[in-house]
């Protein structure tokens, strides 16, 4: 008589696992590729979070802050400074992040004529952009570049980083565009 092969289970097994392995892989992919697509789309919807732009204040002073030429021939564009008691608005031309030597010396004017109001208070440095004008990440990491420039200008004039906030915000009126707001919190 012949004697019985005993079944090895193990080749199916094996097989079947692989399967259960590659077909979770696919989903896994499926997924990432749903994902990056709706990040994208979510992206190019602006967010609505209810916070307004300050009201308009009356400013009294302007200051030009000149744009780096890109070239020897090519002239600066310039863009205002405003300022009250309590704000100080700076306006940005097209793709300025930095502030000139002239404007950086109002800025340390106003800091000083208001060092009593300003003094152990916590200053806020909101920068505007507009995702319309150009692209959305782009308008955004523009408008942090000129917080960060100004909050530069802030550390040289004596203020602490701890007492420093920046908010980088859309801007829901035309005059915010391309601005950045110094205030007290």
Do not use: C
């Not at 994208?40 to 030009?64: C, D, H, R, Y």
């Not at 908010?167 to 110094?182: G, L, M, R």
């Amino acid at each position: 008589m012949a004697q019985a092969q005993e079944e090895n289970h193990w080749p199916g097994f094996v097989d079947a696992l692989s399967t259960i392995v590659m077909v979770v892989t696919f989903l896994l992919i499926i997924l990432a590729i749903a994902i990056f697509i709706m990040s994208l789309s979510i992206a190019k919807v602006p967010v609505q979070v209810g916070e307004q732009t300050p009201p308009n204040m009356p400013f009294k002073l302007e200051i030009e802050v000149a744009d780096k030429p890109i070239s020897d021939e090519a002239d600066p564009q310039l863009s205002t400074v405003r300022r009250t008691e309590n704000a100080l608005k700076l306006g940005f031309s097209s793709l300025t992040v930095e502030v000139d030597e002239q404007s950086k010396g109002m800025v340390a004017e106003y800091l000083a004529e208001n060092s009593a109001t300003l003094q152990d208070k916590s200053l806020s440095i909101s920068s505007y952009y507009d995702p319309n004008i150009t692209a959305y990440t782009k308008a955004k990491r523009l408008a942090y570049y000129r917080a960060m420039s100004i909050r530069n200008v802030l550390l040289d004039n004596g203020y602490e980083a701890p007492q420093i906030n920046i908010h980088v915000k859309e801007a829901h009126e035309q005059d915010y565009v391309n601005s950045v707001i110094v205030h007290t919190d």
